[in-house]
């Protein structure tokens, strides 16, 4: 978000504080208290902890840029029912409150940060130094526009990120791991194990006799949730869409052509120019050495030379008008003849001089090559915004208890009648119901609904909106043992094959134990001896799961044991244990150190925050909350 929060994360007791500032508490009111959250009022602020006000504007932004990180890694745009369902109003809240409490502390504790260190801090920031390591202010400026931001509310932020620093580095830097800690993490980290193992395949437990009907039955009756039916809704749906609204026969074609001459610019390819640029430190050194170019004396490249500008930075590229941050710029660059030189131009930044040395003309479609398109564009336009009109419409004719088929009928529209959708939104096949729009926010809607029920339209991604009619409730139920028997023979067979491979794993486990080899044990069940060598905990080996190799670490070394292992059973035998002598402060011993340290350190920043939130004492206004982020939650 800002370039101090990524310039104080490059420390490992920085990553510490941001990853709590920015994740604790994402179940929300959990750790400031239910009552204190549900406490409403009118206000601004949307909450207070202690003195410290968090603004509705503060929520908004927050808000809005969790929402853009989370839709970019989604690649899909989020509804608001679908941003709430993943709790994004909780997180913000969490995160704001998070570090109003830090502010507070800091505040209470007369921590203050000196323009100095904000100001040093600001000029080490790479984000704002050149290529040469300096601070560079023009980029500086570009960095926070880009960012939205400007200098006064960046230096605040700025100032309080080294004040949380401040305090948490108090209160978690140089943590003591124990020895007796690190030893024990080495020992489970770098032991070895080797086991010699047979597998008994579901051949070894010979042939499963039929089952009775009594077995069939105790068997369903103890399986039972595992054949049943989720419930089922029928549903009627009448979709309005601003596409399928939209008439394009019924645009003029006056009104076409007023459309195309008003945004020509967009039916082709607007004019781009080559411009390059030279920044002087004031007006009178950029109308010098206009002079000594125009003159002859200088050349323009010579001038950028002793500016220190390199051919990389002369040139800011082949661009649109529309493309160039600062207008001033752009303006005296559009004026220009190819190859002429600008008079001294006062940009946002500084003064500059610029040169074109190319121009590429704009291109322009015709009218009728665009026609069709303009018309359709137009007719959509024009149905998003009768689409509200339309709507109140239709609920005027829902209060009146006219049916959506009648609805549906009356203005020419389609009525989607599903007849089974679970709450998966999937039919009885198992298949995903094609026909519902958005079913992310639409399903669970209609799972929220009654048959009759008085339902609030739902708004669709495309500015449409959902209308839906509960017809029918098919209540989730048991199976019958008659529909789902051959379902209920495979488990029951599945069932005794784990049952007799069981009895035999642990019969030859005995017999290991009290002696016999395991080469006598793989030849009476008619398999192969294996060996496994190298065994790390939690990795599988060979045939080998992970929760088969977890249970040999766990089985003393010359004994033996069994594990599930799929539809097979494995037997082993622990045949080797080796762990590397312990070496205080090697480079492992150091590497497990430094990540204890930040464990303990994560450890001890979480339940001081949360001590500072419970003594701050934490108000949440829900109203101001809801019209900050919009909607309800």
Not at 78 to 97: F, K, N, Y
Not at 133 to 143: D, K, R, S
């Amino acid at each position: 978000m800002l370039q101090g929060i990524r310039n104080a994360s490059q420390h490992w007791l920085g990553k510490i504080v941001l990853t709590i500032i920015f994740t604790l508490l994402i179940a929300g009111v959990g750790i400031f208290g239910v009552e204190e959250f549900f406490r409403g009022g009118a206000s601004n602020k949307v909450a207070t902890v202690g003195s410290t006000p968090i603004t509705a504007e503060q929520v908004r932004q927050a808000y809005q840029n969790q929402l853009q990180r989370y839709q970019t890694q989604l690649k899909r745009p989020l509804t608001p029912d679908q941003a709430r369902m993943l709790g994004l109003d909780r997180q913000v809240m969490s995160q704001l409150i998070t570090e109003a409490a830090l502010d507070q502390k800091t505040h209470d504790l007369g921590l203050v940060v000196p323009d100095s260190a904000v100001i040093k801090a600001i000029h080490e920031e790479k984000s704002f130094q050149n290529a040469q390591g300096q601070f560079e202010p023009q980029l500086f400026y570009q960095t926070l526009q880009r960012a939205g931001l400007n200098e006064g509310m960046f230096v605040r932020e700025q100032r309080s990120v080294i004040a949380r620093l401040q305090l948490a580095e108090a209160v978690s830097s140089d943590l003591h791991v124990p020895v007796a800690m690190r030893e024990a993490v080495h020992r489970y980290t770098t032991e070895r194990r080797a086991a010699a193992y047979l597998m008994l395949t579901p051949s070894v437990a010979g042939q499963i006799p039929e089952p009775t009907d009594d077995e069939l039955k105790t068997w369903y009756e103890a399986n039972k949730a595992g054949f049943r039916a989720p419930e089922f809704r029928a549903v009627n749906l009448l979709v309005v869409e601003p596409e399928a609204m939209a008439k394009p026969d019924a645009i003029t074609e006056a009104d076409a052509r007023a459309a195309y001459a008003l945004n020509k610019d967009r039916y082709g390819a607007p004019e781009k120019r080559t411009i390059q640029q030279i920044v002087f430190p004031d007006p009178a050194a950029a109308e010098a050495a206009r002079k000594a170019i125009t003159d002859g004396a200088k050349t323009f490249e010579a001038v950028a030379t002793e500016r220190g500008t390199d051919d990389k930075d002369l040139t800011l590229g082949t661009l649109t008008k529309s493309e160039l941050f600062d207008k001033a710029v752009a303006d005296a660059a559009f004026a220009l003849p190819e190859g002429g030189v600008s008079q001294p131009v006062q940009g946002r930044f500084g003064t500059v001089l610029l040169r074109v040395t190319k121009i590429e003309p704009g291109t322009v479609k015709p009218f009728e090559a665009v026609e069709g398109e303009i018309r359709k564009g137009l007719a959509l336009a024009r149905a998003r915004d009768a689409m509200e009109t339309t709507r109140d419409a239709i609920e005027d004719q829902r209060a009146g208890a006219k049916p959506l088929a009648d609805i549906a009928a009356e203005r020419g529209l389609k009525i989607v009648s599903v007849k089974a959708v679970d709450v998966n939104g999937k039919g009885p096949d198992g298949q995903r119901v094609a026909d519902i729009p958005d079913p992310d926010t639409t399903v669970p809607a209609l799972f929220r609904a009654e048959i009759g029920g008085d339902n609030e339209p739902l708004r669709t991604k495309t500015g449409g909106y959902v209308w839906y009619d509960v017809t029918g409730i098919d209540a989730a139920h048991d199976k019958p043992l008659d529909e789902v028997k051959d379902g209920v023979k495979a488990g029951w067979t599945a069932t005794e094959i784990a049952k007799r491979l069981q009895a035999k794993g642990r019969e030859l486990v005995e017999k290991i134990n009290k002696g016999e080899t395991m080469e006598a044990a793989a030849q009476e069940v008619g398999v192969n001896l294996q060996e496994a060598q190298d065994l790390a905990r939690n990795q599988a080996k060979d045939m080998l799961k992970p929760d088969d190799v977890n249970l040999i670490f766990a089985t003393p070394v010359g004994k033996a044991g069994t594990a599930a292992a799929g539809d097979s059973r494995a037997v082993f035998k622990v045949t080797a244990a080796t762990v590397p002598a312990f070496v205080a402060d090697s480079p492992s011993d150091k590497q497990i150190t430094q990540s204890f340290q930040a464990a303990l350190a994560d450890d001890v920043l979480s339940q001081y925050i949360s001590e500072v939130q419970k003594n701050a004492g934490v108000k949440v206004d829900p109203a101001a909350l809801r019209r900050a982020i919009g909607g309800e939650y």
